[in-house]
């Protein structure tokens, strides 16, 4: 990832194969197809080829053989080739940095990109009737960007017809030509400048001129005129005229997504220079914060519900009973420790209950209950961890379940050292922690 352009590198890297291409390695290129089609953060990416002679030459022709055939399945197309951004139906910019000889299946990655910046030392060949297989897929693409001549001269003849970088830039094949140590400086530029673009328009405009080419002219422009039309409901196609008039950069909206510790994903939305109007205003001018700490007071106490902590405390009850171990004295006292404590964390959320009810909630009784409830969570999890030895954190037990959820509470609405902090400075006037 090269974050200073929100680009996802690409590399295909078997230099010591010509980065050929082998069966085992398509699902892994369409899982990484996969991540820059659904995560927002990323806003275009760049294909290359390790090393500095080849950008990729194809299948592997000797795993071929050795398998005795092709291991792509009998399949249509949309269910077996995945190779490039359109196989996967990626709608953001691609840039393919040719950095030596691309051949055979390599070219889906030419044909498919939006942007193909070559090396000098780059050069185009196509070999798929010289092994007695049948040039289709890439052929088609080629066809599609260069004159019909070019495209069936390195189709039909083969390794005996290498195109050069620069008669590739001169017939469109490569959109620029550049110095081999430029390469990748000029990709990321390209990649640079998108990204400042709007991603939705951005990515509706590839469909637009991408589609034409499956349509006749009339056909086309009524298709762009629908996603055109389509795009005016978004906040993008507001925003950026208004910033054009007020010179200055359109500011917009970012969603990026979090994995979580379970394997879900949560997102972080972020809101660039937002203006609200006076007329849709909540609360008092310049006060939004102590709406929104009113709202997170709220959302804390449904979020970390104490009945939870009290089913959580009879599970381990219930688990201890069945392990034997009910008449252990230290096992007992325990438990009688952890229940006096679920009592607590229920006192706590019954008078953040009634803060609530009288439309007072303030967020220093939040985090008093939101720190009392994770740290009893984590004390019963603990609990049952040493009650029930390390096979306990098996996982897919109850009790590594328990743990697991302990963990993600103490993290969840609000990290608790982040509300330590809110009760030193709000209830106690203590500074901030350095």
């Not at 979090?258 to 809101?271: K, Q, S, W, Y």
């Not at 969570?377 to 037990?397: N, Y």
């Amino acid at each position: 990832m090269c974050p200073a352009v929100a680009a996802q590198y690409i590399t295909l890297n078997r230099p010591h194969k010509g980065n050929s291409l082998t069966g085992t390695m398509m699902p892994q290129v369409r899982a990484v197809w996969s991540e820059v089609r659904d995560d927002p953060w990323i806003r275009a990416a760049i294909v290359t080829g390790a090393g500095d002679r080849h950008f990729c030459t194809g299948a592997d022709v000797n795993v071929v053989a050795g398998r005795g055939g092709m291991s792509t399945g009998t399949g249509p197309l949309t269910d077996e080739v995945f190779w490039s951004p359109r196989q996967n139906r990626v709608w953001k910019p691609v840039i393919c940095a040719v950095n030596g000889l691309a051949a055979g299946a390599g070219l889906h990655f030419v044909v498919d990109a939006d942007i193909v910046v070559a090396s000098e030392r780059a050069a185009f060949m196509d070999s798929h009737v010289n092994v007695g297989l049948v040039g289709a897929m890439e052929n088609i693409g080629l066809a599609k960007r260069l004159p019909l001549g070019s495209a069936l001269r390195m189709t039909l003849m083969g390794k005996d017809y290498r195109m050069p970088a620069e008669r590739a830039y001169q017939l469109g094949l490569a959109d620029e030509l550049v110095a081999h140590e430029s390469l990748m400086d000029t990709a990321e530029e390209i990649a640079r400048s998108i990204a400042k673009n709007s991603p939705a328009a951005v990515s509706l405009s590839q469909q637009a001129v991408w589609g034409s080419l499956e349509m006749g002219y009339a056909q086309a422009c009524e298709y762009g005129w629908a996603l055109l039309r389509m795009h005016w409901a978004h906040p993008d196609s507001k925003e950026g005229p208004r910033a054009f008039s007020e010179g200055r950069e359109p500011k917009g909206v970012t969603v990026s997504p979090i994995p979580t510790h379970d394997g879900g994903r949560l997102n972080e939305v972020r809101f660039d220079d937002v203006r609200v109007p006076v007329a849709d205003r909540v609360g008092a001018e310049n006060e939004g914060w102590q709406v929104v700490g009113s709202a997170l007071a709220v959302e804390r106490h449904v979020q970390f519900p104490p009945k939870r902590l009290r089913r959580d405390l009879q599970d381990l009850v219930r688990w201890v009973e069945d392990a034997g171990l009910g008449q252990d004295p230290a096992v007992r006292g325990r438990l009688a420790e952890l229940a006096v404590r679920v009592a607590e964390v229920e006192a706590l959320a019954l008078a953040l209950l009634g803060e609530i009810i009288a439309g007072e909630p303030s967020a220093v009784p939040a985090a008093y209950h939101k720190l009392a409830g994770t740290t009893v969570a984590q004390e019963i999890a603990r609990a049952a961890m040493e009650f029930g030895s390390p096979e306990a954190l098996v996982k897919g037990t109850d009790i590594e379940f328990m743990w697991r959820q302990a963990i993600l509470e103490t993290i969840g609405g609000g990290t608790s050292e982040t509300m330590r902090g809110l009760v030193a400075r709000q209830a106690f006037g203590l500074g901030a922690r350095t």
